[in-house]
């Protein structure tokens, strides 16, 4: 005669299997979630650094050589490793400077954080040889250049390391100022 139902090694085998399987989908999930969480910092560290770097690159983009009473005053008014101070359309200076891990920024209405976390910022400058759209090299000194090397900025190159958390990014961005070195008649 034959019995119906499962014998007590048979119940044990199936819920030994049935627990390896869970125990490894489990590691599977809890891989997937910590994955998910690590490429979350990452992108929010990539944001919150990123803007801040566009924006002064878009700043930089803009700014104004200004003449008055036939002196011209260049777009970058002052540059060095890890600062920068440029002219704005209304004759305003605008500084950028690295002080200790935070980028700031000091304009008319006082001086802002712009960014913390920041472990290096380092401008390399380019001029025109002497107009506009003439060839490009790097200034004397290619991270301060000469104060009669200022009219004729063309690129600046920054490079800022971030470091947000446990993930550091680093970013290289090179602007193209539209109204450096002055342009002339054509």
Known sequence: ????????????????????????LSQVFLSVFAS?????TQNDA??????????????????QGVKVSNVYYPAISAAAQSEITYRTEANTTVRYWLDGTSLKRTDS????????GVSSLVFTYYKAASYYSSTYTTTVDSHAPASDELRY??????DCTVTSGSVSQVFRTSVRLRNSPQKTAL
Do not use: F, K
């Not at 119906?4 to 399987?21: D, F, K, N």
């Not at 998910?36 to 979350?40: G, H, I, L, S």
């Not at 209405?109 to 913390?116: H, N």
């Open 1 to 24: 005669m034959r019995r119906l139902g499962y014998s007590l090694i048979e119940l044990v085998v199936t819920l030994a299997i049935i627990l390896v399987v869970g125990v490894g």
């Open 36 to 40: 998910e969480n690590t490429v979350t």
């Open 46 to 63: 990539t944001t919150n650094a990123r803007t801040p770097i566009d924006v002064l690159a878009d700043h930089l983009r803009n700014a």
């Open 153 to 158: 900025l063309s690129i600046v190159l920054i």
């Open 109 to 116: 209405a006082g001086t802002t954080v712009v960014m913390t």
